[in-house]
């Protein structure tokens, strides 16, 4: 997993900055640049398999929780990369991310911050990037924000069947995880209130298979300009 990281951290690195997209490019302008996308979900509405196909399909790397984490790890620990890392987040995002951990910093709000940090770092060079808040930071204009959703009683079953836990532990574990995930992304909004909080497409993997899902992606993307691989008939 390191060397996998450091890899990915160099890539991350060397991408190119969002200064050099003009002020006022729009979804045209994504036509240059690896395709990004970020994915908010619902716990339970298997956001694991259409992230991992919907990368597939665009040629980019998948960034899971894990991932993220490993990446900050191993940034953190090579100052050089580090150093780096912050040449590569330009002065405006640089600032938002220091203004919403200003206050006293704790080693969670450091660890958060420079997530932050790979977040921004990682859109020039494209990437599906599961959670932590993506959509929130990144460009709107650069970034396809999807948001997976499904019902209560479905994503019981299927976190139940996953963990192989009964169903009220299950029911337990979505109440808990939505909350914490809704508390942080309703605080990352109040910081920066002219940030888009809203998504380009909200699917119900209730009434689509991941591949569906894939599909319904890849079009909507293609409907608003992203380029996207051509699909093999």
């Known amino acids: 997993m390191a060397n996998d990281t450091l890899k990915i951290i160099q890539s991350i690195v060397g991408a190119d900055l969002y ?4 002020a006022d490019s729009g979804p045209d302008s994504t036509v240059k640049m690896a395709p990004l996308v ?6 339970g509405a298997g956001s ?5 196909l919907l990368a597939e399909r ?6 899971d929780k894990e991932l993220l984490k490993s990446i900050v790890k191993d940034a953190k620990a090579d100052k050089h990369l580090l150093d780096r890392l912050d040449e590569r987040v330009i002065s405006l995002a640089d600032e938002l991310v220091h203004a919403f951990f200003s206050k006293k910093s704790t080693n969670k709000d450091s660890f958060l911050r420079y997530m932050a940090k790979v977040i921004l770092g990682i859109g020039p060079s494209g990437g599906v990037i599961i959670g932590r808040g993506a959509h929130l930071i990144l460009p709107e204009e650069r970034t396809f924000r999807l948001r997976l959703e499904g019902s209560e009683r479905v994503c019981i079953k ?12 299950a029911e337990k574990l979505i109440k808990s995880t939505n ?21 380009d497409l909200t699917i119900n993997t209730d009434r689509f298979t991941p591949e569906q899902s894939v599909e319904i992606v890849l079009t909507a993307m293609e409907l608003l300009g992203f380029k996207v691989p051509a699909r093999v008939k």
């Open 38 to 43: 970020t994915i908010s979900r619902y716990f």
């Open 179 to 199: 909350k914490d995930r809704d508390k942080f992304h309703k605080a990352l909004a109040k910081r920066y209130p002219t940030r888009v909080d809203g998504f």
């Open 19 to 22: 200064s050099s997209i003009p």
């Open 58 to 63: 665009l040629g980019v790397q998948l960034y």
């Open 48 to 52: 694991g398999d259409v992230s991992r």
């Open 158 to 169: 299927r976190v139940a069947e996953r963990k192989s836990i009964k169903k009220g532990k």
